[in-house]
């Protein structure tokens, strides 16, 4: 089974912190995706990566940037965090080819106060 | 701009009725259109999953139909059940690209 593991459930940050998410996948997965979930936005994507070192522009990665230095880890960051980012990150990954499901892990509910 | 539209964003149900969630898209080049299932405290997984080559596809309680004319599909719970209580995410995709959702459909099936 796969098991993509974020390693906050929660996280409480203060406005201009720079914060750190973090996401393991054990299956070996070339993709990886990091989306924010919003009431009424759905699941929005920030940034994606087809392998290591390699990231690409979702729909709104405005104020966040990834690294991937590995290929089971994948990091969100937050340069400067601020109230309008407090939300739910959702990371996934996939393998790659065809239409292979997303699996995602169980989200970090980020609050920015 | 919003390629997959979702609707509607909230639905109650009691136990045994049917559950339908709709969305259309806009893209045409949209070839593969899935359905996520979210429990509360739980990342998004995989319910069911259609092509446009065919009009309906059925695994257990759970269908989806698709109209390509319409640019519409529709997921269909039947005999719903409590333990169906869950947000529904439908998404579409193409080739390559990334996938597009939905913004969600949040039921709550009642005894």
């Known amino acids: 089974d796969v098991k993509v593991t974020q390693s906050s459930r929660y996280l409480v940050k203060r406005t201009g912190e720079k914060v750190f998410l973090e996401c393991v996948q054990d299956?070996?997965?070339?993709?990886m995706f990091w989306y924010r979930q919003d009431p009424g936005l759905g699941l929005r994507l920030i940034y994606f990566s087809y392998d290591v070192k390699m990231k690409e522009k979702g729909d709104i990665p405005e104020g966040y940037s990834v690294s991937r230095e590995k290929k089971e880890r994948f990091s969100l960051i937050l340069e400067s965090a601020s109230t309008n980012q407090t939300s739910m990150y959702l990371c996934?990954?996939?393998?790659?080819?065809?239409?292979?499901?997303?699996?995602f892990g169980n989200g970090t509910r980020l609050t920015v106060t | 701009q919003q390629q997959v539209k979702q609707s509607p964003q909230s639905l109650i149900v009691q136990k045994g009725g049917i559950s339908i969630i709709n969305c259309a898209y806009e893209?045409?080049?949209?070839?593969?259109f899935p359905w996520y299932q979210q429990f509360p405290g739980k990342g998004p997984a995989l319910l069911i999953a259609i092509r446009p080559d065919v009009s309906e596809k059925k695994e257990g309680r759970f269908t989806i139909s698709f109209n390509k004319s319409a640019k519409q599909f529709s997921l269909h719970i039947m005999d719903s059940q409590p333990g169906d209580s869950a947000t529904y995410f439908c998404a579409a995709k193409f080739s390559a690209s990334k996938l597009t959702f939905g913004t969600g459909t949040r039921l709550q099936v009642t005894l």
């Open positions: 893209n045409t080049a949209f070839d593969y």
């Open positions: 299956m070996d997965h070339e993709n």
């Open positions: 996934a990954s996939r393998t790659t080819g065809g239409n292979s499901p997303l699996h």
